[in-house]
């Protein structure tokens, strides 16, 4: 009897954990298009469901919005280093574009004031290309 019930207690515990919870990257961006960490992140969690809050400070967005999706870039790495006030470009830097698709029209990446915001939960594509001198990355809506 004391066996049965240890064993109930062991299955019990073995579900105690729950579902993993989804991983999450929050930052905010002070300078134009660098990476903070965001591209190994993605590339870490391809395929799965990711929690994001992303924040650009006015002038640290590299990106902008299209009929159906709005985009950002984030530079990993740059060849030579950077000039004061010089910001990352594809001709010395490596980089990606987020394509963030728009949900019912509605824009997941907003822009207020000049400060740039996404925020919410995504499935992270696989990175293709380089196209242009970027790669790329869909950062697909979870619904």
């Keep these: 009897m004391v066996r049965n019930w240890m064993l109930l207690m062991v299955a019990v515990l073995?579900?105690?954990g729950g579902p993993a919870e989804t991983p999450a990257f929050k930052a905010r961006f002070a300078k134009g298009g660098l990476d903070n960490d965001f591209g190994e992140f993605i590339d870490e969690h391809a395929g799965k469901k990711v929690k994001l809050d992303l924040q650009w400070?006015?002038?640290a967005f590299q990106g902008g919005a299209e009929s159906?999706?709005?985009f950002f870039?984030?530079?990993e790495n740059c060849a030579e280093p950077l000039?004061?006030?010089e910001q990352p470009s594809v001709g010395n830097c490596?980089?990606?574009?987020?394509?963030?698709p728009k949900v019912d029209g509605k824009a997941l990446?907003?822009?207020?004031?000049g400060a740039w915001r996404l925020r919410g939960e995504f499935t992270a594509g696989e990175k293709t290309g380089p196209l242009q001198g970027l790669f790329a990355v869909?950062?697909?809506p979870v619904q």
């Design 14 to 16: 073995a579900g105690c």
């Design 109 to 113: 990446l907003t822009e207020a004031g």
């Design 94 to 100: 490596n980089g990606t574009e987020y394509n963030v």
């Design 57 to 59: 400070a006015p002038g």
């Design 73 to 75: 870039v984030l530079f």
């Design 138 to 140: 869909e950062l697909e």
């Design 68 to 70: 159906d999706y709005g």
């Design 83 to 85: 000039e004061k006030g």
